[in-house]
């Protein structure tokens, strides 16, 4: 009766996922360890990925508001040095362009443009046909524009094991060990699941099509066509970064947290690149401001803001 009523209910399921992987976004502090799902990757060579999001305008509690540009670019390469081992790193850079309007939070602009810079590394080796383990390393830069990249560093490692029983559920459960921008390191849970109830439908949770780097993220997709796929997913995002030296809290920490819930449609154009569409709205989001050494000086919270944009794909 169980796996009856997940089968019937994948939006479910997959809302419990993302409730389990969530916990891996504050060790992460910016986003994913993954940008691209490493099983698209040919066994030599590389995936690419490129995309553009609009956050519209959007009232910040006690006053001001704020609506954000963002740009991102993912690149993944993977090769198989020995007949069970795999090695896979992933380069991820993204542009966040905030603009802030009215007093409150907002008032001095508390922050412009923020990069990104994510590298990942990963071995996986294979035990037998169903089971492997993996470690990697984990290296991040996320300072404001301005700001010294030395003190954005964030940077850690991860560990875990992954089980696939058959050709339609891969399971994968493990821990990180990612150091905060003036915080203690953490030490959180990573969960993925890829699961397919039948050939037209896919249950992901963890790397999803077109997610931007997003730190946890779970969708429900519906291949309606060869070529067409449409699913529906939610995301969570976590950005802490390093402020510069002439922002209102002087090399300061600032963070962006939300929730997108969206609706995402995939062309494949062709075997080799893929375009993603998606709209929907951020929820659950919150701004953060902490001093040079850590201490939360102001959170506010604001409202629910439409967002949409589009992302390429392509092997190679």
């Known amino acids: 009766m169980q796996r009856y009523r997940l089968t019937r209910h994948p939006i479910a399921m997959v809302a419990l996922a993302v409730a389990l992987s969530s916990p891996v976004a504050p060790a992460l502090a910016q986003d994913s360890d993954e940008t691209l799902g490493e099983e698209i990757a040919p066994e030599a060579g590389f995936v690419g990925e490129a995309g553009y999001a609009f956050q519209g305008e959007s009232d910040i509690d006690g006053g001001g508001s704020l609506q954000v540009n963002r740009f991102d670019v993912g690149l993944l390469g993977r090769i198989d040095p020995a007949e069970k081992l795999r090695w896979s790193n992933s380069l991820f850079f993204s542009v966040n362009d905030y603009d802030f309007d009215g007093g409150g939070f907002a008032a001095a602009d508390p922050w412009d443009t923020i990069l990104t810079l994510r590298l990942t590394t990963r071995l996986r080796y294979e035990l037998n046909e169903r089971w492997g383990v993996f470690g990697g390393g984990v290296f991040m830069f996320a300072p404001e524009t301005g700001a010294d990249w030395g003190d954005s560093f964030t940077g ?161």
Request: charged content about 20%; glycine content about 12%; overall charge neutral.
């Open 156 to 316: 850690g490692g991860l560990a875990g094991v992954d089980f696939q029983p058959n050709k339609s559920l891969f399971l994968s459960l493990g821990l990180a060990v990612i150091s905060q921008i003036e915080g203690d390191a953490r030490v959180t849970p990573q969960v993925a699941v890829k699961w397919v109830p039948h050939q037209q439908w896919t249950v992901r949770v963890g790397a999803v099509p077109a997610s931007g780097g997003a730190a946890a993220a779970g969708e429900v997709a519906y291949r309606v066509t060869d070529p067409l796929e449409i699913g529906l997913g939610l995301l969570f995002n976590q950005r802490r970064f390093r402020l510069d030296d002439s922002n209102p809290v002087p090399d300061g920490v600032g963070e962006d947290n939300n929730m997108p819930l969206r609706v995402r449609l995939g062309w494949d154009i062709t075997k080799q690149i893929a375009l993603h569409a998606f709209c929907g709205v951020a929820l659950a989001g919150q701004v953060q401001i902490d001093d040079r050494s850590g201490s939360k000086l102001r959170r506010e919270d604001y409202d629910p803001a439409p967002y949409v944009g589009a992302r390429f794909v392509g092997r190679f």
